[in-house]
């Protein structure tokens, strides 16, 4: 009797539908459409690569405006305990109630921009009310403190992936085809350096910055921690499940999933700073044609984010020396991407306007 093929897991089966997006057809046809309009050519300069960039991500030459929604993935983090953060970790719980009654800094980009907020409890400890606009995706209360013990176990990361996985499915299925992923977490700023240090095997004391606003020397003992959690776990980077469970959070891993999901799904996704991209680190780790499918919203003022863009090949939109995460990041991002989209989409072609285009030879 033939032995039955073991079904995919929902982290293998959407890793397997991630291809990678270059394709020289159709990016030819996206150019050639760029040199029709009225304009000289390559004038709009990265704003033309950021409509190859969707274009191929999506498999469309021609597309609507997309809906746009940017999720926040919110949880805490034992190595509070620590002593890492300016901020107590009750902080976390306060503002995914900031954000819900929309007096955050990423609510108020989201209304300038027409972008959906969706709040998503991956591990806060603090129990959220009933009635509150946000998504239970709770892992558990918080992760362990991953300076002494790993920051959880095996199951609790891959239900966090899977649960980023799912919303992205949601997000797909409900018609938005250009996303954000951003998060809060007191205390992620140092999960995320782990990371970061981990996956690219660099020393803490460079990729660890200041995060909430601690003192030189509170960041000196913030990265002593993160080596001694190195020390204790020893993360292998060739293992992105392990580096999530050992040193990572709840929230890092819903981003992750989130991003896989996406791709998976020919959705484009608008990425954060630090945190955002350490969780990129990790899906990209899992599926190495992901950053295909990704904007990189801007470039943090925490020193690990350069490390982590440069193993991704990420090259950001802005550069506003902005550390608050949120997504706000991703969030002015998403208003350029749109604004490259409409130009796209809107401006006449040369034949159109009745305007003539320069002649041949001419400089």
């Avoid at 000196?220 to 921690?225: D, F, P």
């Avoid at 863009?309 to 749109?338: F, H, N, Q, S």
Wanted: aromatic share 4%; proline share 4%.
């Amino acid at each position: 009797m033939a032995v039955a093929a073991k079904q995919m897991s929902l982290i293998e089966q959407t890793i397997s539908e991630i291809e990678a997006a270059e394709n020289p057809a159709l990016r030819s046809r996206i150019e050639q459409r760029l040199d029709n309009l009225t304009k000289p050519r390559g004038s709009l300069g990265r704003l033309e690569q950021i409509v190859a960039r969707y274009g191929l991500a999506t498999r469309q030459v021609e597309w609507l405006l997309p809906r746009k929604c940017l999720f926040v993935f919110c949880a805490d983090h034992g190595v509070t305990a620590e002593g890492v953060s300016a901020y107590p970790s009750e902080v976390t719980y306060q503002m995914v109630k900031n954000f819900v009654a929309g007096g955050a800094a990423i609510s108020v980009l989201c209304r300038q921009y027409d972008i959906d907020p969706v709040i998503v409890d991956m591990g806060v400890s603090h129990a959220i009310e009933a009635g509150l606009a946000v998504i239970n995706r709770k892992v558990g209360p918080g992760t362990k403190n991953f300076a002494r013990e790993a920051a959880m176990n095996e199951e609790q990361a891959i239900r966090s992936l899977e649960a980023g996985i799912r919303l992205a499915q949601a997000a797909n299925q409900l018609g938005y085809r250009l996303l954000g992923s951003g998060e809060m977490g007191i205390g992620n700023t140092t999960s995320a350096s782990a990371i970061i240090a981990a996956m690219a095997r660099r020393d803490p004391l460079e990729v660890t910055g200041p995060g909430t606003g601690i003192s030189e020397e509170q960041r000196q003992r913030k990265a002593a921690v993160v080596a001694r959690a190195l020390e204790l776990h020893q993360p292998d980077p060739g293992d992105p499940l392990g580096v999530l469970r050992t040193v990572g959070g709840f929230e890092i891993g819903g981003m992750a999933g989130f991003l896989l999901g996406a791709a998976a799904a020919r959705i484009p996704v608008c990425i954060d700073g630090l945190i955002a991209t350490a969780a990129a680190l990790l899906a990209a780790g899992l599926a190495p044609n992901l950053s295909d499918y990704l904007f990189f919203g801007h470039h943090s003022a925490e020193p690990g984010h350069r490390v982590a863009l440069e193993l991704l090949g990420g090259r950001p939109l802005l550069d506003l020396e902005m550390r608050l995460g949120e997504g706000t990041g991703a969030a002015l991002a998403i208003g350029i991407v749109e604004s490259a989209l409409r130009l796209y989409r809107e401006m006449a072609t040369f034949s159109s306007a009745g305007v003539s285009e320069k002649e041949t030879g001419q400089q």
